[in-house]
């Protein structure tokens, strides 16, 4: 499954311009400060919706492997739900709706569905819906030295090791900006890949105003005809 999805601390926001990375964020505040008021931001949430590009790079993965497109995630009473459009390079849709978890590849002309439960012990999906808590679930650390030191005030960078070791993950920083948001997820693996994911175009709550009919539109996905469906 997409690294980008299961490792997503998902979601959230980054543009193009460059970024100032300290140690430390403004007037000396700890890495579990940082942590803290993002939880808190992200707590407050009832739905989010984002932009992203994402760049996957590393000696097993060969060229540089690259992807873009709009995600969406509510945290609904009966059960969270997030969804995620792919639109380059290939057509992908990749949707939770609390009870399954499905994978649409538009290039191979499969859907891959899952139980949606198979999520929950994903850190970051945990997080994106409500039910992770980053200083239970990870060791807070400041950055690794060597993290991008480009230039753009109150961006604070904090890394982030699983308590419980995970089999796709060694360690993920966040790039933090002074209002919570994340701006940046930066996720290494085992084998020293690293996927960075760039958030733009933030709306918190984008979906209060949404109808039923409406949300139930976003959080559905009927495949085209003649799509293999794989059940896992």
Do not use: C
Not at 8 to 23: E, G, H, K, R
Not at 39 to 50: C, I, K
């Amino acid at each position: 499954m997409n690294k980008a999805i299961l490792f997503f601390v998902v979601f959230f926001v980054i543009t193009t311009i460059p970024f100032n990375v300290q140690a430390s964020a403004p007037d000396g505040e700890f890495p579990e400060d940082i942590a803290a008021r993002v939880q808190s931001r992200y707590d407050r949430m009832a739905s989010l919706s984002f932009a992203f590009h994402q760049e996957t790079v590393g000696e097993i993965t060969g060229r540089n492997q690259k992807g873009s497109g709009h995600a969406f995630f509510l945290k609904d009473n009966s059960a969270p739900k997030m969804r995620w459009n792919y639109e380059l390079p290939n057509r992908q849709v990749l949707l939770g709706d609390g009870k399954l978890f499905s994978m649409y590849f538009e290039n191979l002309q499969q859907m891959i569905v899952t139980p949606a439960e198979n999520l929950d012990t994903d850190l970051t999906y945990s997080f994106f819906t409500g039910k992770g808590r980053l200083l239970h679930d990870f060791h807070i650390r400041p950055p690794d030295n060597g993290i991008d030191h480009t230039k753009q005030a109150d961006i604070a960078i904090i890394k982030l090791i699983p308590v419980i070791p995970q089999s796709q993950v060694q360690d993920i920083h966040l790039f933090v900006s002074a209002d919570s948001l994340i701006r940046r997820i930066s996720i290494k693996d085992h084998f020293g890949t690293v996927t960075t994911i760039n958030i733009s175009d933030i709306e918190v709550n984008a979906l209060a105003k949404s109808s039923s009919a409406e949300l139930d539109k976003i959080f559905s996905f009927i495949p085209p005809e003649g799509t293999e469906i794989i059940r896992q």
